[in-house]
């Protein structure tokens, strides 16, 4: 499956924005899919997961209440909306695809996905 990241850019502290992530050459409910972030000079680290048919969910604790991760099954797309955003969540993020797990799986190791997007780059001014 390919992976494509849409929807970064330049905000300021408290703004709002969605990120998308369009997949194809796939069957799109057959991946668990997750968000991942790089800010600069830091290691990649987790964001947001959800299982292959939606419904569940996981978040990292820096996001937890204000990021919210969801995916569209007949638009092969998953999202990642970002609400009251910090300057510390400026990084690139990437979306990933795990396939071959079970329907409630939610993934949160970088290792455990096996497709990954170009990232879209995301700045939040203060």
């Known amino acids: 499956v390919q992976l494509q990241a849409f929807g970064g850019g330049l905000m300021q502290a408290g703004d709002s924005l969605t990120l998308s992530c369009d997949a194809s050459?796939?069957?799109?409910?057959?991946?668990?899919m997750g968000w991942f972030r790089r800010a600069p000079g830091k290691e990649r680290e987790f964001v947001a997961a959800?299982?292959?048919?939606?419904?569940?969910?996981q978040y990292a604790d820096s996001v937890k209440g204000r990021f919210t991760i969801s995916r569209e099954i007949d638009r092969n797309t998953v999202y990642l909306q970002m609400k009251t955003v910090k300057p510390e969540d400026t990084a690139v993020y990437y979306c990933a695809a795990a396939g071959g797990r079970t329907s409630y799986a939610i993934l949160m190791a970088p290792n455990e996905y096996n497709y990954w997007g170009h990232g879209t780059l995301v700045t939040v001014s203060s």
């Open positions: 959800v299982n292959r048919i939606g419904g569940r969910t």
């Open positions: 050459g796939g069957t799109f409910s057959s991946y668990a």
